[in-house]
């Protein structure tokens, strides 16, 4: 059983940066595709980014697209989001995720394709 923790939230101004960190214990996620999500206040929980195992084609939201960054340190079986020119709209708990079936592009933007969830860290951005 794999199990996910998340680090690295806090609060931020807007323009800042922040690197998520998504710690995996239980087992190796080297063959699992990786994703992180996000959930305000108020709204559903949407895809942010994910990765895949091997070559690691990544995959990002069209609003996150050229300022986040998923990365993975295999050596420390943790996957990382990169966060930068962060903006108020970018407030949520951001979850990681895990899956070790293979899906669809498109799938692996939908979260019920994924086995394995941490427990969320707060992104808070202010104005």
């Known amino acids: 059983q794999v199990q996910l923790v998340e680090s690295g939230g806090g609060l931020v101004q807007a323009g800042g940066s922040l690197r998520l960190s998504c710690a995996a214990s239980?087992?190796?996620?080297?063959?699992?595709?990786m994703g992180w999500f996000r959930q305000a206040p108020g709204k559903e929980r949407e895809f942010v980014a994910a990765?895949?195992?091997?070559?690691?084609?990544?995959y990002y939201a069209d609003s996150v697209k050229g300022r986040f960054t998923i990365f993975r340190d295999s050596a420390k079986n943790t996957v990382y989001l990169q966060m930068n020119s962060l903006k108020p709209e970018d407030t949520a708990v951001y979850y990681c995720?895990?899956?070790?079936?293979?899906?669809?592009?498109?799938?692996?933007?939908?979260?019920?394709?994924?086995?394995?969830w941490g427990q969320g860290t707060q992104v808070t951005v202010s104005s």
């Open positions: 990765r895949r195992w091997g070559v690691g084609n990544t």
């Open positions: 239980g087992g190796t996620t080297s063959n699992y595709a």
């Open positions: 995720a895990a899956t070790p079936f293979y899906y669809s592009d498109y799938d692996l933007r939908q979260g019920p394709k994924y086995d394995y």
